[in-house]
Nanobody, 122 residues
Framework: QVQLVESGGGLVQPGGSLRLSCTAS????????MGWFRQAPGREREFVAV????????DYADSVKGRFTVSRDNAKNTVYLQMNSLKPEDADVYYC???????????????WGQGTQVTVSS
């Protein structure tokens, strides 16, 4: 069993930056691929980024490439999402997820955090 807790969300102006954190608890947390997703009310959960268990491989949605960076520190059981050049359309609830497959598909993940709100507004 893995528990995930996100933090770092908040209000930021367009063009600003935020860093989200996702701390995992559980004996095997560092062996999972970790994904970030986002979801707006009434919409499906959208893939943002994924990082392999080693941290050596990452993948991003086209909409965030060049602006967002995913990283992890397995010693701290924490995954990060650095978000730069934020746009109003990036405003959503952001979720981290753990799974063995490391997919862009939300259904392939086994564990989810509770989400953290990101608001981008002037």
């Amino acid at each position: 069993q893995v528990q995930l807790v996100e933090s770092g969300g908040g209000l930021v102006q367009p063009g600003g930056s935020l860093r989200l954190s996702c701390t995992a608890s559980g004996r095997t947390a560092s062996s999972y691929q970790m994904g970030w997703f986002r979801q707006a009310p009434g919409r499906e959960r959208e893939f943002v980024a994924v990082i392999s268990w080693s941290g050596n491989s990452q993948d991003y949605a086209d909409s965030v490439k060049g602006r967002f960076t995913v990283s992890r520190d397995n010693a701290k059981n924490t995954v990060y999402l650095q978000m730069n050049s934020l746009k109003p359309e990036d405003a959503d609830v952001y979720y981290c997820a753990a799974g063995y497959d490391g997919s862009e598909l939300a259904g392939r993940y086994d564990y989810w955090g509770q989400g953290t709100q990101v608001t981008v507004s002037s």
